[in-house]
Each structure stands twice: as structure tokens, then as C-alpha cells.
């Protein structure tokens, strides 16, 4: 990924996470997307769920300087955990992921432009594209 994308991608990142209303807004949001997404998610402790999360995006901040070597060095444990074996996330779910992530972005950062918007699209594109070729062999 280009310097450029990264650094904006982190700049929003911290701008967003500045409120602490953010992730919260973001599981709001990805709850109340899908029956299916409410089920996956019916026993998680959604206080360490936000603090996982938070640091998964500076993990597929680290694997998105390395295209070859990055995913599979940052992201091996959060492909194998999401896979069909164990929790077994589907491709339609992380379109609905991606989405609460965008609104949520676009309510908490108060820079949002179409430029961020695209800039989050391509950084969680390596997480959720890893992710999803491990689907199956994880
Ligand atoms: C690139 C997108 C995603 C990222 C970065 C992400 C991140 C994470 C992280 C960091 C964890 C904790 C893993 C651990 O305990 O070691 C987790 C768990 C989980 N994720 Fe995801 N996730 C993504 C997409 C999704 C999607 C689309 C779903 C669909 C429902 C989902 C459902 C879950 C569930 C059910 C858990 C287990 C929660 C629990 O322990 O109760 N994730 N995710």
C-alpha cells in the first residue's frame, strides 16, 4: 500500500477513535445489519470485542506495508479464527461489516471525504481479501 493511504488511513483512524462512541456506533450498526450477524455475535464481550478490534486495524496496518509477507505475518491467527473451521464468516457478512465501518467513519470523523472513504475501503480491502482466501484452509 502507498505511504500516502497509510498515513491517511492512520490520521481518520485517530480521529475517529478520539470519540469513544465510535466503535461502540460501529457495533450498533453491525448488529442491526443481519439476524446472522446478531447470532455470530450473541455471547461476545463487546468491551474487549472494541479493544480487539482497535488493534486488529493497526494489525492490517502493519500487513498492508507488506503486501507479500505482511497478511500472512499479522493476520494468520484472525484468518484462521474467522474461517469455516471455527467461527465460519462468510463473504456476505464481511460486505455488511465493511458497510457499518464506512457509516460509522463517516459519522465520527469530522475530516470525512470521499478520499477517506476509499482510503478505509482499500486498507480493510487486505484484511478482508486475506482473510477471505484462508476461508476455507485455515
Ligand atoms: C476484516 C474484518 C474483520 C476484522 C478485522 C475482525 C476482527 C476480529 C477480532 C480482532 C476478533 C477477536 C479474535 C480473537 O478473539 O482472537 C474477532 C472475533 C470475532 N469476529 Fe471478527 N472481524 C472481522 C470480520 C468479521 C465479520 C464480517 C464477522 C461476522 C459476523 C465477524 C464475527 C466475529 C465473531 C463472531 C468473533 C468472536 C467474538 C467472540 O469472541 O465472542 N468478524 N473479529
Known amino acids: 500500500m502507498d505511504e500516502k493511504t497509510i498515513e491517511l488511513f492512520e490520521q481518520s483512524l485517530r480521529r475517529c477513535d478520539a470519540n469513544?462512541?465510535?466503535?461502540?456506533?460501529?457495533?450498533?450498526?453491525?448488529?442491526?445489519?443481519?439476524?446472522?450477524?446478531?447470532?455470530?455475535?450473541?455471547?461476545?464481550?463487546?468491551?474487549?470485542?472494541?479493544?480487539?478490534?482497535?488493534?486488529?486495524f493497526y494489525l492490517i496496518l502493519l500487513a498492508s506495508e507488506d503486501p507479500q509477507n505482511g497478511p500472512a505475518r499479522y493476520l494468520s491467527h484472525l484468518a484462521a479464527r474467522h474461517s469455516?473451521?471455527?467461527?465460519?464468516?462468510?463473504?456476505?457478512l464481511y460486505d455488511l461489516w465493511l458497510d457499518s465501518l464506512l457509516e460509522s467513519v463517516e459519522k465520527y470523523d469530522p475530516e470525512y471525504s470521499p478520499e477517506i472513504e476509499e482510503v478505509w475501503e482499500k486498507m480493510m480491502g487486505v484484511g478482508i481479501d486475506f482473510l477471505l482466501s484462508r476461508y476455507h484452509h485455515s
Open 84 to 92: 469455516a473451521k471455527d467461527l465460519d464468516v462468510g463473504t456476505e
Open 20 to 56: 469513544p462512541e465510535f466503535l461502540d456506533f460501529f457495533y450498533e450498526r453491525f448488529l442491526a445489519s443481519s439476524p446472522k450477524v446478531r447470532k455470530k455475535l450473541a455471547n461476545t464481550d463487546f468491551h474487549r470485542q472494541k479493544r480487539l478490534l482497535r488493534a486488529s
